[in-house]
Protein backbone atom coordinates (compact mmCIF):
# COMPACT_ATOMS: atom_id res chain seq x y z
CA UNK A 1 0.00 0.00 0.00
CA UNK A 2 1.62 3.40 -1.24
CA UNK A 3 -0.63 6.22 0.04
CA UNK A 4 -0.31 10.23 -1.39
CA UNK A 5 2.54 10.67 1.49
CA UNK A 6 4.76 7.45 1.53
CA UNK A 7 4.96 8.47 -2.47
CA UNK A 8 5.33 12.47 -1.91
CA UNK A 9 6.53 12.55 1.10
CA UNK A 10 3.84 14.95 2.45
CA UNK A 11 0.42 15.11 3.09
CA UNK A 12 -1.55 15.42 -0.10
CA UNK A 13 -3.61 18.99 -0.21
CA UNK A 14 -6.92 17.94 -2.10
CA UNK A 15 -8.77 14.69 -1.69
CA UNK A 16 -11.76 13.60 -3.64
CA UNK A 17 -13.37 10.30 -5.09
CA UNK A 18 -15.98 8.62 -7.81
CA UNK A 19 -18.19 5.62 -8.46
CA UNK A 20 -17.89 3.13 -11.04
CA UNK A 21 -20.86 2.69 -12.81
CA UNK A 22 -23.68 -0.31 -14.03
CA UNK A 23 -25.81 0.37 -16.54
CA UNK A 24 -29.17 -1.39 -16.01
CA UNK A 25 -30.98 -0.40 -19.22
CA UNK A 26 -30.30 1.56 -22.54
CA UNK A 27 -27.10 0.31 -24.08
CA UNK A 28 -25.87 1.53 -26.95
CA UNK A 29 -28.11 4.33 -26.83
CA UNK A 30 -26.11 7.39 -25.32
CA UNK A 31 -24.39 8.12 -28.44
CA UNK A 32 -27.73 8.14 -30.60
CA UNK A 33 -29.17 10.86 -28.07
CA UNK A 34 -31.58 8.14 -26.24
CA UNK A 35 -32.33 6.97 -22.83
CA UNK A 36 -29.94 5.46 -20.47
CA UNK A 37 -30.65 3.65 -16.78
CA UNK A 38 -27.17 3.14 -15.19
CA UNK A 39 -26.33 3.15 -11.44
CA UNK A 40 -23.69 3.86 -9.37
CA UNK A 41 -21.49 0.85 -8.28
CA UNK A 42 -20.04 0.48 -4.36
CA UNK A 43 -16.56 0.79 -6.31
CA UNK A 44 -15.09 3.87 -6.07
CA UNK A 45 -11.44 5.50 -7.94
CA UNK A 46 -9.51 8.27 -5.11
CA UNK A 47 -7.58 10.95 -6.80
CA UNK A 48 -5.51 12.60 -4.09
CA UNK A 49 -3.28 16.06 -5.26
CA UNK A 50 -0.66 18.54 -3.78
CA UNK A 51 1.22 21.26 -5.50
CA UNK A 52 4.60 20.20 -7.05
CA UNK A 53 8.07 21.65 -5.55
CA UNK A 54 9.08 20.37 -9.14
CA UNK A 55 8.19 22.13 -12.72
CA UNK A 56 6.47 18.93 -13.96
CA UNK A 57 4.12 16.64 -13.15
CA UNK A 58 4.31 13.60 -11.46
CA UNK A 59 1.42 10.48 -11.39
CA UNK A 60 1.26 7.73 -9.01
CA UNK A 61 -0.99 4.93 -10.01
CA UNK A 62 -1.31 2.19 -7.10
CA UNK A 63 -2.71 -0.51 -10.01
CA UNK A 64 0.69 0.53 -11.77
CA UNK A 65 2.99 0.75 -8.93
CA UNK A 66 4.64 3.47 -10.69
CA UNK A 67 5.43 6.90 -11.16
CA UNK A 68 4.51 9.08 -14.61
CA UNK A 69 5.99 12.52 -15.17
CA UNK A 70 5.51 14.60 -17.69
CA UNK A 71 4.60 18.86 -18.82
CA UNK A 72 0.83 20.30 -20.08
CA UNK A 73 2.62 20.98 -23.21
CA UNK A 74 3.15 17.14 -23.98
CA UNK A 75 0.56 14.35 -23.59
CA UNK A 76 2.24 11.24 -21.60
CA UNK A 77 2.77 8.21 -23.62
CA UNK A 78 1.67 5.77 -20.53
CA UNK A 79 -2.11 5.01 -21.74
CA UNK A 80 -3.51 4.71 -17.97
CA UNK A 81 -1.82 8.72 -17.83
CA UNK A 82 -3.58 10.24 -20.68
CA UNK A 83 -6.86 10.19 -18.93
CA UNK A 84 -5.65 12.42 -16.26
CA UNK A 85 -3.66 14.25 -18.34
CA UNK A 86 -6.96 14.65 -20.79
CA UNK A 87 -8.68 16.38 -17.55
CA UNK A 88 -6.12 18.78 -16.82
CA UNK A 89 -6.08 19.86 -20.27
CA UNK A 90 -10.04 20.12 -20.35
CA UNK A 91 -9.96 22.03 -17.45
CA UNK A 92 -7.38 24.68 -18.46
CA UNK A 93 -9.32 25.36 -21.15
CA UNK A 94 -12.11 26.06 -19.05
CA UNK A 95 -10.29 28.41 -17.49
CA UNK A 96 -8.50 26.64 -14.34
CA UNK A 97 -4.54 27.79 -13.63
CA UNK A 98 -3.21 24.43 -13.02
CA UNK A 99 0.44 24.45 -11.54
CA UNK A 100 2.78 21.33 -11.36
CA UNK A 101 1.29 18.75 -9.05
CA UNK A 102 1.89 15.51 -7.23
CA UNK A 103 -1.22 12.95 -8.75
CA UNK A 104 -2.22 10.40 -6.47
CA UNK A 105 -4.64 7.80 -7.79
CA UNK A 106 -5.82 4.39 -6.57
CA UNK A 107 -8.98 2.60 -7.70
CA UNK A 108 -11.18 -0.58 -6.85
CA UNK A 109 -13.34 0.38 -9.61
CA UNK A 110 -12.31 -3.51 -11.53
CA UNK A 111 -11.10 -2.49 -15.55
CA UNK A 112 -11.80 -3.44 -18.56
CA UNK A 113 -15.32 -5.00 -17.88
CA UNK A 114 -17.80 -2.09 -18.80
CA UNK A 115 -17.52 -0.73 -15.29
CA UNK A 116 -16.67 2.63 -16.32
CA UNK A 117 -13.57 2.35 -14.70
CA UNK A 118 -12.35 5.14 -16.96
CA UNK A 119 -14.74 7.14 -16.25
CA UNK A 120 -14.56 7.28 -12.02
CA UNK A 121 -10.67 8.29 -12.61
CA UNK A 122 -11.86 11.55 -15.06
CA UNK A 123 -14.62 12.38 -12.48
CA UNK A 124 -12.39 11.75 -9.42
CA UNK A 125 -9.50 14.07 -11.31
CA UNK A 126 -12.06 16.55 -11.89
CA UNK A 127 -13.41 16.73 -8.69
CA UNK A 128 -9.64 16.72 -6.66
CA UNK A 129 -8.88 19.73 -9.03
CA UNK A 130 -11.97 21.42 -8.54
CA UNK A 131 -11.11 21.24 -4.41
CA UNK A 132 -7.68 22.18 -4.89
CA UNK A 133 -8.23 24.99 -7.05
CA UNK A 134 -11.96 26.21 -5.85
CA UNK A 135 -12.99 26.02 -9.46
CA UNK A 136 -16.65 26.55 -10.04
CA UNK A 137 -17.46 23.37 -12.06
CA UNK A 138 -20.54 22.12 -11.24
CA UNK A 139 -21.18 18.11 -11.17
CA UNK A 140 -22.75 18.38 -15.01
CA UNK A 141 -20.06 20.34 -16.58
CA UNK A 142 -17.37 17.69 -14.80
CA UNK A 143 -19.48 15.48 -16.82
CA UNK A 144 -19.32 17.01 -20.15
CA UNK A 145 -15.30 17.70 -19.55
CA UNK A 146 -14.28 14.29 -18.04
CA UNK A 147 -16.08 12.81 -21.50
CA UNK A 148 -14.01 15.36 -23.74
CA UNK A 149 -11.37 14.03 -21.80
CA UNK A 150 -12.05 10.52 -23.33
CA UNK A 151 -12.99 11.13 -26.52
CA UNK A 152 -9.97 13.69 -26.99
CA UNK A 153 -7.11 12.35 -25.49
CA UNK A 154 -8.01 9.00 -24.74
CA UNK A 155 -9.42 8.16 -28.44
CA UNK A 156 -12.75 6.39 -27.26
CA UNK A 157 -15.89 7.71 -29.31
CA UNK A 158 -17.73 7.20 -25.94
CA UNK A 159 -21.53 8.70 -25.50
CA UNK A 160 -22.01 10.36 -21.80
CA UNK A 161 -23.51 7.78 -19.87
CA UNK A 162 -20.49 6.75 -17.91
CA UNK A 163 -19.54 10.44 -17.03
CA UNK A 164 -22.70 11.19 -16.11
CA UNK A 165 -23.50 8.07 -14.13
CA UNK A 166 -19.86 8.57 -12.22
CA UNK A 167 -20.86 12.00 -11.31
CA UNK A 168 -24.86 12.00 -10.15
CA UNK A 169 -25.28 8.98 -9.55
CA UNK A 170 -25.44 7.05 -6.28
CA UNK A 171 -25.73 3.51 -5.44
CA UNK A 172 -29.10 3.30 -4.10
CA UNK A 173 -31.31 4.25 -6.80
CA UNK A 174 -30.97 4.28 -10.63
CA UNK A 175 -30.74 7.51 -12.63
CA UNK A 176 -32.90 7.42 -15.97
CA UNK A 177 -31.18 10.26 -18.24
CA UNK A 178 -32.08 11.65 -21.49
CA UNK A 179 -28.64 11.81 -23.12
CA UNK A 180 -30.41 14.81 -25.54
CA UNK A 181 -31.37 17.04 -22.73
CA UNK A 182 -29.29 15.60 -19.49
CA UNK A 183 -32.37 15.81 -17.97
CA UNK A 184 -32.49 13.11 -15.42
CA UNK A 185 -34.52 11.44 -12.24
CA UNK A 186 -33.93 8.81 -9.62
CA UNK A 187 -35.64 5.89 -10.07
CA UNK A 188 -35.84 3.14 -6.88
CA UNK A 189 -34.97 -0.25 -7.86
CA UNK A 190 -38.63 -2.22 -8.02
CA UNK A 191 -38.93 -3.60 -4.05
CA UNK A 192 -37.44 -6.40 -2.72
CA UNK A 193 -35.00 -6.51 -5.54
CA UNK A 194 -30.82 -6.17 -6.24
CA UNK A 195 -28.27 -5.61 -8.43
CA UNK A 196 -25.52 -8.42 -8.80
CA UNK A 197 -22.73 -8.01 -11.71
CA UNK A 198 -20.45 -10.65 -12.61
CA UNK A 199 -17.54 -10.87 -15.08
CA UNK A 200 -17.13 -13.04 -17.42
CA UNK A 201 -13.65 -13.00 -17.42
CA UNK A 202 -13.58 -13.04 -20.70
CA UNK A 203 -11.18 -9.09 -21.69
CA UNK A 204 -12.52 -7.07 -24.00
CA UNK A 205 -10.89 -3.28 -24.80
CA UNK A 206 -12.96 -0.61 -25.85
CA UNK A 207 -11.07 1.50 -28.70
CA UNK A 208 -10.09 -1.70 -30.28
CA UNK A 209 -13.47 -3.14 -30.36
CA UNK A 210 -16.17 -2.40 -32.26
CA UNK A 211 -17.27 0.34 -30.54
CA UNK A 212 -16.33 3.21 -32.72
CA UNK A 213 -17.95 1.28 -35.51
CA UNK A 214 -20.95 0.47 -34.45
CA UNK A 215 -21.52 4.29 -33.29
CA UNK A 216 -20.27 4.99 -37.55
CA UNK A 217 -23.23 2.43 -38.30
CA UNK A 218 -26.03 4.19 -36.37
CA UNK A 219 -24.68 7.84 -37.81
CA UNK A 220 -25.23 6.47 -41.38
CA UNK A 221 -28.27 4.29 -40.36
CA UNK A 222 -29.51 8.36 -39.21
CA UNK A 223 -28.07 9.38 -42.03
CA UNK A 224 -29.88 7.61 -44.43
CA UNK A 225 -33.01 8.19 -42.59
CA UNK A 226 -33.01 11.82 -42.78
CA UNK A 227 -32.49 11.77 -39.05
CA UNK A 228 -30.22 14.00 -36.96
CA UNK A 229 -30.09 11.18 -34.62
CA UNK A 230 -31.66 7.39 -34.27
CA UNK A 231 -33.20 9.10 -31.14
CA UNK A 232 -35.74 10.35 -33.80
CA UNK A 233 -36.89 7.37 -35.34
CA UNK A 234 -41.02 7.09 -34.79
CA UNK A 235 -41.83 3.35 -35.82
CA UNK A 236 -40.14 0.01 -36.21
CA UNK A 237 -41.26 -0.21 -39.63
CA UNK A 238 -39.87 3.10 -41.35
CA UNK A 239 -36.51 0.80 -40.52
CA UNK A 240 -37.20 -1.59 -43.13
CA UNK A 241 -35.95 0.23 -46.05
CA UNK A 242 -32.44 0.09 -44.58
CA UNK A 243 -29.82 -1.63 -45.93
CA UNK A 244 -28.64 -4.61 -43.36
CA UNK A 245 -26.74 -4.73 -41.12
CA UNK A 246 -28.03 -1.21 -40.45
CA UNK A 247 -31.75 -2.05 -40.27
CA UNK A 248 -30.63 -4.55 -37.30
CA UNK A 249 -28.41 -1.74 -35.60
CA UNK A 250 -30.84 1.03 -35.90
CA UNK A 251 -33.79 -1.35 -34.67
CA UNK A 252 -31.90 -2.42 -31.26
CA UNK A 253 -31.58 1.25 -30.44
CA UNK A 254 -34.82 1.45 -31.10
CA UNK A 255 -36.65 -1.06 -29.22
CA UNK A 256 -33.83 -0.59 -26.47
CA UNK A 257 -34.86 3.57 -25.77
CA UNK A 258 -38.52 1.94 -25.77
CA UNK A 259 -37.93 -0.78 -22.79
CA UNK A 260 -36.03 2.21 -20.45
CA UNK A 261 -38.78 4.11 -20.29
CA UNK A 262 -40.84 1.13 -20.16
CA UNK A 263 -39.03 0.13 -17.30
CA UNK A 264 -38.77 2.85 -15.11
CA UNK A 265 -43.18 2.86 -15.68
CA UNK A 266 -43.22 -0.72 -14.01
CA UNK A 267 -43.23 -1.81 -10.76
CA UNK A 268 -42.40 -5.38 -10.46
CA UNK A 269 -39.22 -6.81 -11.01
CA UNK A 270 -39.98 -9.43 -13.20
CA UNK A 271 -41.39 -7.36 -15.78
CA UNK A 272 -38.01 -5.06 -14.82
CA UNK A 273 -36.17 -8.29 -15.58
CA UNK A 274 -38.05 -9.54 -18.57
CA UNK A 275 -36.71 -5.79 -20.11
CA UNK A 276 -33.49 -6.44 -19.21
CA UNK A 277 -33.56 -10.31 -20.74
CA UNK A 278 -34.94 -8.94 -23.97
CA UNK A 279 -32.17 -5.95 -24.04
CA UNK A 280 -29.66 -8.96 -23.81
CA UNK A 281 -31.63 -10.54 -27.17
CA UNK A 282 -31.43 -7.77 -28.73
CA UNK A 283 -27.50 -7.01 -28.24
CA UNK A 284 -26.69 -10.35 -29.12
CA UNK A 285 -29.23 -10.73 -32.01
CA UNK A 286 -29.06 -7.11 -33.28
CA UNK A 287 -26.55 -4.81 -32.10
CA UNK A 288 -24.06 -8.25 -32.39
CA UNK A 289 -21.83 -7.07 -30.04
CA UNK A 290 -22.10 -10.47 -27.23
CA UNK A 291 -19.63 -13.44 -26.95
CA UNK A 292 -20.37 -17.04 -26.96
CA UNK A 293 -19.52 -16.69 -23.25
CA UNK A 294 -21.14 -13.68 -22.13
CA UNK A 295 -24.48 -15.45 -23.89
CA UNK A 296 -23.51 -18.69 -21.49
CA UNK A 297 -23.16 -16.73 -18.36
CA UNK A 298 -25.95 -14.42 -18.84
CA UNK A 299 -28.07 -17.82 -19.94
CA UNK A 300 -26.83 -19.16 -16.85
CA UNK A 301 -27.85 -16.17 -14.32
CA UNK A 302 -31.54 -16.33 -16.22
CA UNK A 303 -32.37 -19.71 -15.62
CA UNK A 304 -31.40 -19.35 -11.69
CA UNK A 305 -34.53 -18.97 -9.93
CA UNK A 306 -34.74 -15.91 -7.67
CA UNK A 307 -32.98 -13.69 -11.12
CA UNK A 308 -35.62 -11.49 -12.53
CA UNK A 309 -33.79 -10.68 -15.38
CA UNK A 310 -30.01 -10.42 -16.71
CA UNK A 311 -27.94 -8.98 -19.67
CA UNK A 312 -24.77 -7.74 -20.60
CA UNK A 313 -23.63 -4.78 -19.53
CA UNK A 314 -21.33 -1.99 -20.67
CA UNK A 315 -20.43 -1.92 -24.75
CA UNK A 316 -19.93 -5.75 -24.09
CA UNK A 317 -17.58 -7.78 -26.91
CA UNK A 318 -16.39 -9.77 -23.41
CA UNK A 319 -16.34 -7.95 -19.62
CA UNK A 320 -19.58 -8.15 -17.35
CA UNK A 321 -22.72 -9.18 -16.71
CA UNK A 322 -25.57 -7.48 -14.79
CA UNK A 323 -28.92 -9.37 -13.18
CA UNK A 324 -31.62 -8.06 -11.27
CA UNK A 325 -32.35 -10.92 -7.96
CA UNK A 326 -34.43 -10.96 -5.57
CA UNK A 327 -32.59 -9.60 -2.77
CA UNK A 328 -32.11 -12.93 -0.17
CA UNK A 329 -31.01 -14.85 -3.16
CA UNK A 330 -28.21 -13.02 -4.35
CA UNK A 331 -25.64 -15.19 -2.33
CA UNK A 332 -26.86 -18.39 -3.87
CA UNK A 333 -27.39 -17.17 -6.96
CA UNK A 334 -23.96 -15.99 -7.08
CA UNK A 335 -21.97 -19.32 -5.96
CA UNK A 336 -24.50 -21.61 -8.49
CA UNK A 337 -23.97 -19.05 -11.40
CA UNK A 338 -19.93 -19.30 -10.51
CA UNK A 339 -19.90 -23.11 -10.16
CA UNK A 340 -21.82 -24.01 -13.41
CA UNK A 341 -19.96 -20.82 -15.64
CA UNK A 342 -16.62 -23.04 -14.45
CA UNK A 343 -17.87 -26.35 -14.84
CA UNK A 344 -18.33 -25.28 -18.67
CA UNK A 345 -14.88 -23.81 -18.58
CA UNK A 346 -14.58 -19.93 -18.33
CA UNK A 347 -13.76 -18.21 -14.75
CA UNK A 348 -16.29 -15.54 -14.02
CA UNK A 349 -16.36 -13.32 -10.82
CA UNK A 350 -18.54 -11.69 -8.97
CA UNK A 351 -17.91 -8.02 -8.85
CA UNK A 352 -21.12 -6.33 -7.27
CA UNK A 353 -21.87 -6.63 -4.24
CA UNK A 354 -18.20 -6.85 -3.10
CA UNK A 355 -17.46 -9.88 -1.86
CA UNK A 356 -17.63 -8.49 2.14
CA UNK A 357 -21.09 -6.96 1.16
CA UNK A 358 -22.61 -10.03 -0.28
CA UNK A 359 -21.38 -11.86 3.42
CA UNK A 360 -23.50 -8.62 4.87
CA UNK A 361 -26.35 -9.68 2.49
CA UNK A 362 -26.44 -13.19 3.52
CA UNK A 363 -26.57 -13.08 7.17
C1 LIG B 1 -19.35 2.53 -23.10
C2 LIG B 1 -19.39 4.02 -23.43
C3 LIG B 1 -20.78 4.60 -23.09
C4 LIG B 1 -21.89 3.78 -23.73
C5 LIG B 1 -21.69 2.29 -23.46
C6 LIG B 1 -22.67 1.42 -24.22
O1 LIG B 1 -19.48 2.35 -21.72
O2 LIG B 1 -18.42 4.73 -22.70
O3 LIG B 1 -20.84 5.97 -23.51
O4 LIG B 1 -21.97 4.04 -25.12
O5 LIG B 1 -20.39 1.85 -23.78
O6 LIG B 1 -23.97 1.67 -23.78
Redesign the pocket.
Known amino acids: MSDFSAVFGAAPQAVADAPGRV ?1 LL ?6 NDGF ?1 LPIAIPQRTRVAMRSSPEARFSLYAQGQGDTVHFRLDSSPSEHFASYVYGCLMLARSHGAVIPPLQIHEESQVPMGV ?1 L ?1 S ?2 ALEVATLRCLRELLALHFDDVLIARLA ?1 RA ?1 IEYAG ?1 H ?6 MASSLADTTRALLLDTRTLERRFVELPAGSAVLVMDSGIARS ?1 ASSG ?1 NQR ?1 AECEEAARLLGLGSLRDVASAESLERLPEPLRRRARHVFTENARVLQAVACTAASEFGALMNASHASLRDDYE ?1 STPPLDRLVALLQAQPGVYGARL ?4 FGGACVALCHTPALSRVASTVLEQYRAAGQQGALLVPPEAALAAVAA
Open positions: NGEHTDYVGSSAQEVCGIMDQLYRVTGAG
